[in-house]
């Protein structure tokens, strides 16, 4: 079946009524623990879900992704789990699959690979997260870097959960916004708040949105043997509100992959691996002493450590001005 709202709704039903894990991980989702901790004016959510374990934990070095099979391909997935495709209009070569993500972190979680094993590497596929977006106004799409939160970085994918969940998606109007550039139908600001190196991309036009996209990624800083910058992405269709009608996209630019605190021994360990999700305000904590720990201070630590510093985003806007 072909990916569109109704197929969507009916493809949940069925693989939460089917597939025993997934929906006793679903039904567990309404059980989970949720605390609110306030840093520097902005609301996180902390969610205590140790199912989610499989992901904070995932080994994603070279040696151990080459010893294991890729669990986003077809021929490995259980056979129970069920998807829709979902073409791009820009790319009808390379199909996606729309899949129930069975380790949920939304009520409504969904993880859309590439049917073809492929890195995950953003650019040239940037298009089909906007389209995505607009195919699916109930959700917020996200990607996350090879060495940013991808669980798979050797399978291209994005994801998506539905919309409100992410406590950035209604701060946005409140945060400062310094201007960057502007055309008639595209603007690019950068982010001020408790997200140092945060780029907001909003625009009433995909194909502007996608060329801008595409110019401010050849100036972000890549590390030395990776293929890519260090980025997570949000993107949404906004159908409500000062930006409706307008595709957003927020950049997070990174400096690290896992913050020390991940790394750290006995009392000091905090088991959170950061990604897109984390990024838009709800962190994740698939250990429970992890999250009756967790206060603004470990969160300030950890966001200052992960995303790059001000000077180096002062320096990146510089460059974003140089390319538009």
Not at 134 to 144: D, H, I, Q, R, S
Not at 198 to 221: C, G, H, Q, R, Y
Not at 297 to 309: P, W, Y
Request: negative net charge; hydrophobic residues 40%; charged residues 25%.
């Amino acid at each position: 079946m072909i990916l569109n709202t109704k197929n969507l709704a009916a493809l949940f039903e069925e693989q939460l009524n089917s597939w025993e894990q997934a929906g006793s991980n679903y039904e567990a989702l309404a059980k989970v623990l949720v605390k609110e901790v306030t840093v520097d004016g902005f609301p996180f959510k902390v969610q205590f879900n140790p199912a989610r374990i499989v992901s904070s934990a995932a080994k994603v070095d070279a040696k151990s992704i080459s010893e294991r099979k890729c669990f986003l391909c077809k021929e490995n997935r259980p056979a129970i789990q069920k998807g829709l495709e979902y073409i791009n209009n820009e790319n009808t070569e390379n199909p996606y699959t729309v899949l129930i993500n069975p380790f949920p972190i939304f009520p409504k979680h969904l993880t859309i690979p590439l049917l073809d094993h492929t890195l995950q590497l953003i650019s040239g596929r940037f298009d089909a997260m906007l389209n995505l977006a607009k195919e699916l106004p109930g959700y917020t799409l996200f990607y996350n870097g090879p060495k940013c939160g991808a669980s798979a970085p050797d399978h291209f994918h994005f994801q998506a959960g539905n919309k409100g969940f992410l406590t950035i998606e209604s701060e946005l109007q409140n945060m400062e916004l310094e201007p960057i550039s502007q055309t008639n139908n595209t603007r690019v600001s950068l982010v001020k708040g408790v997200f140092s190196g945060l780029l907001l991309l909003d625009s009433n036009s995909p194909f502007e949105a996608n060329e801008i996209f595409e110019k401010i990624l050849t100036v972000l800083p890549v590390k030395e043997q990776e293929a890519e910058p260090m980025i997570n992405i949000l993107s949404w269709y906004a159908t409500s509100g000062v930006y409706e009608g307008r595709y957003i996209t927020l950049i997070y630019l990174r400096d690290k992959h896992r913050p020390s605190h991940y790394f750290a021994q006995d009392d000091a360990n905090i088991l959170l691996s950061p990604a897109s999700v984390d990024l838009g305000g709800v962190l994740i904590t698939p250990l429970e002493k992890d999250f009756n720990k967790i206060s603004e201070r470990e969160i300030k630590e950890i966001m200052d450590e992960i995303l790059i510093s001000e000077s180096d985003t002062k320096a990146i806007v510089n460059k974003i001005k140089t390319v538009l």
